[in-house]
């Protein structure tokens, strides 16, 4: 049996997981406010493309909804590795996870231009997800021999 110790330092972990969970609370609350100011109505996921590129209101609804929807298919890879790669590396993990978020942050800003291009300002995003996933592995494989 292995038992896993969880650090003091786990806390970190915790505080920049709670910070990502705010943070995609309010893209979803940005989203909101983009589809009001455009008036597409609900259950439509977003504005049609040929109305978008005529009106920059429902461009920028159809980019808000984009950057949304992009970190929550990102979301659960996100925590999962900084949940395990946090047991045995919490400070790093932490660290990486705020690095995740800044560029989260730029992707946001940047797609929210209007200009979908703009987005790449946030790829540095990917590296922390890869540094997360090197503790993951170091720490599943800690635990599995």
Known sequence: MVAITIPQEYGYVLSTLAASALFVFGLGAQTG?????AGVPYPFPYAD??????????NLFNCAQRVHQ???EVFPVYTTFLLIGGINYPIYASGAGVVFLLGRFFFSSGYLTGNPSKRMRGVFSYIALLALLGMTGSTLYSLLK
Request: positive net charge; glycine residues 0%; aromatic residues 6%.
């Open 49 to 58: 493309q040929a109305e978008s590129e005529k009106d920059p209101k429902k």
């Open 70 to 72: 992009n970190t929550l």
């Open 33 to 37: 406010k983009y589809r009001r100011a």
